[in-house]
């Protein structure tokens, strides 16, 4: 089992940055690769950005040159940093790791979400 927990969202103005951060707990040596997702009001979730135990990076494109994510400096953790916010950027962010493990096989975690909110 793994747990995630998003901390780092809150209310920007928009042009503003802000970090996102996701502590992996529990058996994080089954995981290979945590993506962040938003989910937009009125819209599907969907994958923002992503990165591989081989620190391979993906991005959408709406969000290419604004956000990086990279492992952080506290054990276990992943960053989202987001730069030059839109408030087209306002949505619930969420932690989803993937793993795989030899008991439990193939299996992906999400943490609880964290809303992000940038004011014109």
């Known amino acids: 089992q793994v747990q995630l927990v998003e901390s780092g969202g809150g209310l920007v103005q928009s042009g503003g940055s802000l970090r996102l951060s996701c502590a992996a707990s529990?058996?994080?040596?089954?995981?290979?690769?945590i993506n962040w997702y938003r989910q937009r009001p009125g819209k599907q979730r969907e994958l923002v950005a992503a990165?591989?135990?081989?620190?391979?990076?993906n991005y959408e494109d709406s969000v290419k040159g604004r956000f990086t994510i990279s492992k952080g400096n506290a054990k276990n953790t992943v960053v989202l940093q987001m730069n030059s916010l839109k408030q087209e950027d306002t949505a619930v962010y969420y932690c989803?790791?993937?793993?795989?493990?030899?008991?439990?096989?193939?299996?992906?975690?999400w943490g609880q979400g964290t809303q992000v909110t940038v004011s014109s």
């Open positions: 990165i591989n135990l081989n620190g391979t990076t």
């Open positions: 529990g058996s994080v040596f089954t995981i290979y690769a």
């Open positions: 989803n790791a993937l793993s795989y493990g030899s008991y439990d096989g193939a299996r992906d975690y």
